[in-house]
Antibody
């Protein structure tokens, strides 16, 4: 059974860079059928797609965040990572990693990790 | 403001049926597949419907999806108290080149 697990700091200071890692078990991140993505949900607000990476290494980012986002993958470790720079309080959210198809339906999710941006 | 528009809340009695709408445009719903998610309090979203009307393995047939033009609808029959959750729609927006979601609809089973 596919499982995804986010890891990273729960508290980050303004202007710094957030680094999160998603570890995948039960499936291969090298499958050509899927994309591996990051999404976030500010408290009480709607879900926002941050970006995704395909096993080929190609990445797709939300244009609204593109200048601050980098997503990378490590097939050997079955992990993919998110870097989000120049953080502000508006980046406070629960961050999820998830698997999707090319149709942008996200069929497996991590449990989510709350990231608070505060000094 | 969300790219996809959903009603903030819906309610119905146990055993009844409810529908949740999701309105978009030709750049998203009109030309791409729609998915629906259930989010119980404090948990990650769960895929209920993909490709407009398909259910993943393990999702009961009480949940159904449909699409017409630039709108989509989630239907839930035989409501259970355990169905109380937030439901939101999602799709790809070809103009934005981004996955987009609705603002979510809170379902209350009275």
């Amino acid at each position: 059974q596919l499982q995804l697990q986010e890891s990273g700091p729960g508290l980050v200071r303004p202007s710094e860079t957030l680094s999160l890692t998603c570890t995948v078990s039960g499936d291969s991140v090298s499958s050509s059928s899927y994309y591996w993505g990051w999404l976030r949900q500010p408290p009480g607000k709607e879900l926002e797609w941050i970006g995704s990476i395909h096993y080929s290494g190609s990445t797709h980012y939300n244009p609204s965040l593109k200048s601050r986002v980098t997503i990378s993958g490590d097939r050997s470790k079955k992990q993919f990572s998110l870097n989000l720079s120049s953080l502000t309080a508006a980046d406070t959210a629960v961050y999820y990693c998830a698997r999707s198809t090319a149709s942008a339906d996200f069929d497996s999710w991590g449990q989510g990790t709350l990231v608070t941006v505060s000094s | 403001q969300s790219v996809l528009t959903q009603p903030p809340s819906v309610s119905a009695a146990p055993g009844q049926k409810v529908t949740i709408s999701c309105s978009g445009s030709s750049s998203n719903i009109g030309n791409n597949y729609v998915s629906w998610y259930q989010q119980l309090p404090g948990t990650a979203p769960k895929l209920l419907i993909y490709d407009n009307n398909k259910r993943p393995s393990g999702i009961p047939d009480r949940f159904s999806g449909s699409k017409s033009g630039t709108s989509a609808t989630l239907g839930i029959t035989g409501l259970l108290t355990g169905d109380e959750a937030d439901y939101f729609c999602g799709t790809w927006d070809s103009s934005l080149s981004a996955a987009v979601f609705g603002g979510g609809t809170k379902l209350t089973v009275l």
